[in-house]
């Protein structure tokens, strides 16, 4: 248990769908942050957020759209999604942005069909 | 960006060997994890390690950070030890950790 909670864990969506996931952390961060784990790929940063306010966004889709309304909840909506878009995407937060030790949530496992 | 190198990329090994993960990195860092993901593809936090070396039991890490490397010794493996070691790393000025391919360990009792 690292702190920080993921919802849904599993998510299968057709291409024409919305829905959106949810992280919660209940460390007391200032940063949160989307990270996505596709097969035979590195970890890859998708967006970040310190203070609330949104400080990296890595040439992601305009399908991925973040939103962080406090400091300990960020959701990432989706809409219109791809079957390349299936993946794990996990949540992390840290004190602040920059040189913080990060802790990660369990993942949300996405299908996209 | 900058690169992150990990090696071996698989590794089997008897219950209760001992073994040495690399981690190469191409630029200056102020931050490097290292991360255990367990089969249901949780990242558990393992050392959070700049620089100098820490141990925690079996585990411990050593970063060289002016060599722009880390290494990960594991002693006396243990069947749960098994899964996806990664190395982490924070570029200087930047916001985000970028991520290793990772060494898949495998332990066999």
């Known amino acids: 248990e690292t702190g920080v909670t993921q919802t849904p864990r599993h998510l299968v969506m057709g291409m024409t769908n919305k829905k959106s996931l949810k992280c919660e952390q209940h460390?007391?961060?200032?940063?949160m942050y989307w990270y996505k784990q596709s097969a035979k790929k590195p970890l890859e940063l998708m967006f970040v957020?310190?203070?609330?306010?949104?400080?990296e966004n890595n040439s992601v889709p305009s399908r991925f759209s973040p939103e962080c309304p406090n400091s300990s909840h960020l959701f990432l909506h989706l809409h219109t999604l791809q079957p390349e878009d299936s993946a794990l995407y996990l949540c992390?937060?840290?004190?602040?942005?920059?040189?913080?030790?990060?802790?990660f949530g369990p993942g949300t496992r996405l299908t996209v069909t | 960006g900058i690169q992150v190198e990990q090696s071996p990329p698989d590794l089997i090994l008897q219950e209760g060997a001992n073994s040495t993960l690399r981690c190469n990195f191409s630029d200056s860092v102020n931050n490097l994890q290292w991360f255990h993901q367990n089969p249901w593809g949780q990242l558990i936090n393992l050392f959070y390690i700049p620089s100098g070396t820490k141990q925690n039991g079996r585990l411990s890490a050593t970063t060289v950070a002016t060599e722009r490397y880390s290494l990960l010794y594991i002693s006396s493996s243990q069947t749960t030890d098994s899964g996806v070691y990664f190395c982490a790393v924070l570029q200087t000025g930047a916001n985000n950790l970028f991520f290793g391919t990772g060494t898949r360990l495998t332990v066999i009792p």
């Open positions: 992390a937060s840290s004190h602040l942005a920059g040189a913080y030790e990060q802790y």
């Open positions: 957020y310190s203070l609330e306010e949104r400080v």
């Open positions: 460390l007391g961060h200032n940063a």
